[in-house]
């Protein structure tokens, strides 16, 4: 008789397509680093455009672990779309615009 596993293992769920390869390995990576275990998937796909649809032939980023969907989703949000501010750096006194963090100037972190 067999039983359900005791420790299933999680799916495997795609997250998003990305306009590129190296695009698909940042937010891979940035997700990665943040606890979303994730994947680029279709890496090389884009050799064989041609001969599929274009939107097929995209690198795709996957979560591995899909019950953190919803919150790598969230996160992946907040990583293409970065919030803007505008800040003058503590030690020149230079002003920022953007989503940075640090100084282009003198490389002073964000206050």
Do not use: Y
């Not at 606890?35 to 097929?56: C, H, K, L, M, N």
């Not at 953190?68 to 779309?81: I, K, N, S, T, V």
């Not at 750096?89 to 920022?96: G, K, V």
Request: negative net charge.
């Amino acid at each position: 008789m067999h039983g359900p596993r005791p420790h299933a293992p999680p799916f495997l769920k795609r997250l998003a397509h990305a306009p590129n390869l190296a695009i698909a390995t940042l937010w891979a990576d940035l997700l990665t680093q943040e606890g979303f275990e994730a994947t680029v998937q279709r890496a090389f796909a884009s050799g064989i455009a041609g001969e599929i649809p274009p939107d097929q032939a995209l690198p795709e980023v996957w979560l591995v672990d899909d019950s953190l969907l919803e919150a790598a989703r969230a996160r992946l949000h907040e990583l293409q779309h970065p919030r803007t501010r505008r800040w003058a750096c503590p030690r020149c006194h230079e002003l920022i615009d953007g989503p940075f963090e640090q100084c282009w100037n003198c490389g002073a972190m964000a206050p």
